[in-house]
């Protein structure tokens, strides 16, 4: 049960990434691809109708990483506190600027616009760094913070954090290049193409060069698996790219989508058993140690057996009631 509870924490996870990545992205790039008012106002449109929805599978993720894996979430917590405040502070601010920016006329948009982006970079960011630390290991001594906080923001992870940015942004422009239309559509395009470099990089350093590094690969019990997803990611990037080239922003989406959602799974099927490691101490928390007792296990695998679908056919709906493009007839509340 701990291990299905575990794949299921990543498969929520996947969801969060594939689906809010995609707002991130968009709150990235809008007022680069918008040149005026009502077309930053059409591209915010695009996400509009499923902004909210996204952040669900978050708090569907967390709740059940509390509940199954507490100890796994408290030494996460403590350990990455600086970052996990980032987050908090970056998704709060992106989440409220987003929808503020547009509900009275005449507001001062240029304080809200900045907000919205500066928001989104920092969630993407901390989201990139939490995970390099998460492969490289957290500085904690018997369980408790370590060292010096600087220590999170090793080369390794800062790479996380950069290359999130691009990956994302890709992601975020592939998804408007598929909603939109015209000169939006191009725009959303050559932002794609520019992000696509930088994305490659990014998980070819993260995969093949973190595994190669004797301080990152001692941490990763299945290096062979972490560098063959890298080899696929960037194969998926680059075909992305070029689908982005040639007219083709689905093609381009779901390979973006495809990454997304399996960086969390890969990045914990990788490590697996182990949960956290230690770069101060080397002690290892692996599944069977973190995992809570097992009636609470019973309790948490029935309701996300009942929640889960739900989720699902949530998702599904909306997807279908909004699969039209976002034109200048089309209703914006953001």
């Not at 990543?10 to 990545?21: E, I, K, R, S």
């Not at 995609?22 to 591209?43: A, H, I, Q, S």
Request: charged share 15%; aromatic share 10%.
């Amino acid at each position: 049960m701990d291990t299905l509870l575990l794949v299921v924490i990543a498969m929520l996870f996947a969801g969060y990434f594939a689906l809010a990545g995609f707002d991130y992205g968009t709150g990235l790039l809008y007022r680069t691809l918008g040149t005026d008012e009502p077309e930053r106002r059409r591209v915010l449109g695009t996400v509009g109708p499923f902004f909210l929805g996204n952040e669900v599978w978050l708090v569907a993720a967390i709740g059940l990483m509390i509940g199954a894996f507490p100890r796994w979430e408290g030494e996460l917590l403590s350990g990455a506190y600086p970052i996990v405040v980032a987050i908090l502070v970056g998704l709060i601010t992106f989440t409220a600027a987003f929808q503020l920016r547009s509900r009275r006329d005449g507001a001062r948009r240029r304080v809200w616009d900045t907000l919205v982006t500066g928001g989104a970079a920092v969630t993407v960011a901390g989201w990139g760094l939490l995970l390099g630390n998460l492969v490289r290991g957290l500085p904690l001594e018997n369980g408790r913070p370590a060292g010096d906080v600087l220590d999170l923001f090793s080369p390794y992870a800062i790479t996380w954090g950069v290359g999130f940015v691009a990956l994302f942004g890709l992601h975020g422009a592939a998804f408007i290049a598929m909603r939109t239309a015209g000169k939006l559509a191009e725009r959303a395009r050559r932002a794609g193409r520019a992000c696509a470099g930088p994305a490659v990089l990014f998980v070819v350093a993260a995969g093949v060069g973190g595994m190669l590094s004797d301080e990152v690969g001692a941490a990763v019990t299945r290096p062979w698996l972490a560098i063959g997803g890298a080899a696929v990611f960037a194969a998926l990037l680059m075909t992305a790219s070029s689908s982005l080239a040639r007219y083709r922003p689905r093609i381009a989406f779901a390979c973006t989508t495809t990454v997304c959602a399996l960086l969390m799974p890969l990045l914990l099927a990788a490590r697996y058993p182990n949960l956290l490691t230690s770069t101060v101490d080397s002690k290892v928390l692996t599944v069977e140690q973190g995992v809570a007792g097992g009636a609470t296990l019973d309790v948490l695998g029935w309701v996300a057996l009942a929640v889960i679908p739900l989720v699902l056919l949530l998702q599904w709906t909306v997807w279908w009631g909004n699969r039209r493009k976002v034109d200048e007839r089309t209703p914006l509340f953001w």
